[in-house]
């Protein structure tokens, strides 16, 4: 029974769904992904500590320090500067001893 989700060779509809995806610039290596990383208010030294690991695995990400920036402000800052990303490091202070 021949399968109709397998398709074989060139497909014009297939091709132009990847070209409108939102991610072909990044996987075409068009577009280089701009990050911008930042913390709960007062992080721990655990969190800058992890902070520290994301940059060495995102070597192009910048880490703001969040200070009384509220996280509107903060995505508002990242449009007008362009970023693509904006990943928040959340400390749960509550819970400090919990293992997952």
């Known amino acids: 029974i021949p399968d109709e989700t397998i398709i074989d060779g060139f497909d014009e509809e297939i091709e132009g769904d990847h070209n409108m995806d939102e ?8 577009s280089q992904p701009k990050i911008c990383v930042t913390t709960s208010v007062r992080p721990l030294k655990k969190t800058l500590a992890f902070i520290n690991e994301l940059l060495d695995v995102f ?11 509220t996280i509107k402000r903060i995505v508002q800052q990242c449009i007008e500067l362009k970023y693509t990303s904006l990943i928040v490091v959340h400390d749960d202070k509550n819970n400090r001893g919990a293992r997952g």
Do not use: C, K, L
């Open 23 to 30: 991610f072909s610039q990044h996987f075409t290596g068009t």
């Open 59 to 69: 070597p192009d990400a910048r880490y703001f320090t969040r200070r009384t920036f």
